[in-house]
């Protein structure tokens, strides 16, 4: 605790809304057991302090059960003979304490007002505050059917209306009468087909039944004007580049004044 109040005090007391937690841990574990050895008749004797009786009825029990063998030394020595017998049982207590501390901090937190300057004077040594966490994004919502229907319908009368302007801009451009009728021509066609989706669509809002086919249909129909309607662009409106170069050689003229 003492070296998380040093930290605390370096930080320039800039923990914002911090917490710690404090646990403790104890166990306990016991673990019992026993050990087994071979041993001689006489280390049997010295065992059981000298008890004859006890040692051969012993050794009597161990050779019928199998548990007996040569000595590894003294393979020949009968006397020197080994059985298996239980020396010691044994039990073994453990006991272990664990402390454990964690440090949290929000994510939301604020540094305004928190970092210090220190006590030399100097703004930027020591206590700048960390970067604060990239912010998550926010989800983005799905739109519903009626919000796309009606946003069809916004982009449907703006198109009904670019057409009407058609023959204006390409009168401004200069284009030859029979095209830009033709181009016109067109183009009026594209709105009847326009008009017919767009009033499927708002019959479906006012009545109330299903949008999503007729909203698709004059999604459709807004797709192939632009389609249809990407020549006419062209010709009608210049691209920017066109009209700065038609915009400076006329300032040029105008420069040069009249010839003589």
């Known amino acids: 605790m003492k070296q998380l109040y040093l930290e605390y005090l370096q930080s320039g007391e800039d923990w914002l809304s911090?917490?710690?937690?404090?646990?403790?841990?104890?166990?306990?574990?016991?673990?019992?057991?026993?050990?087994?050895?071979?041993?001689?008749?006489?280390?049997?004797?010295?065992k059981y302090h000298q008890n004859t009786a006890l040692v051969d009825q012993l050794i009597q029990a161990k050779t019928a059960a199998g548990q007996s063998r040569a000595h590894p030394e003294f393979p020949h020595a009968e006397d020197m003979k080994q059985y298996k017998v239980w020396l010691e049982d044994y039990e073994v207590n453990e006991d272990s304490n664990q402390r454990l501390v964690a440090v949290s901090r929000e994510a939301e937190g604020t540094h305004d007002g928190q970092v210090q300057p220190n006590q030399s004077g100097d703004q930027n040594s020591g206590n700048n505050p960390p970067p604060k966490p990239p912010r998550v994004p926010k989800e983005?919502?799905?739109?519903?059917?009626?919000?796309?229907?009606?946003?069809?319908?916004?982009?449907?009368?703006?198109n009904l209306l670019e057409i009407t302007q058609w023959n204006f801009k390409l009168q401004k451009a200069n284009v030859a009468d029979l095209i830009a009728q033709a181009f016109v021509s067109q183009m009026e066609n594209e709105g009847v087909e326009l008009r017919k989706a767009k009033a499927a669509l708002e019959d479906a809002l006012a009545n109330g039944t299903d949008l999503n086919m007729p909203r698709v249909a004059l999604d459709a129909a807004n797709e192939q004007y632009k389609s249809a309607s990407a020549q006419i662009r062209k010709t009608a409106v210049p691209?920017?580049?066109?009209?700065?170069?038609?915009?400076?050689?006329?300032?040029?003229?105008?420069?040069?004044g009249p010839s003589t």
Do not use: F, H, M, Y
């Open 18 to 46: 911090s917490s710690i937690v404090v646990s403790q841990r104890q166990s306990n574990t016991s673990t019992t057991g026993g050990r087994t050895g071979w041993l001689t008749r006489n280390d049997l004797l010295v």
């Open 140 to 158: 983005k919502k799905e739109k519903t059917e009626d919000q796309l229907a009606r946003a069809a319908i916004v982009k449907v009368n703006a």
């Open 239 to 256: 691209p920017k580049a066109a009209k700065a170069k038609a915009k400076a050689s006329a300032k040029a003229k105008a420069n040069a």
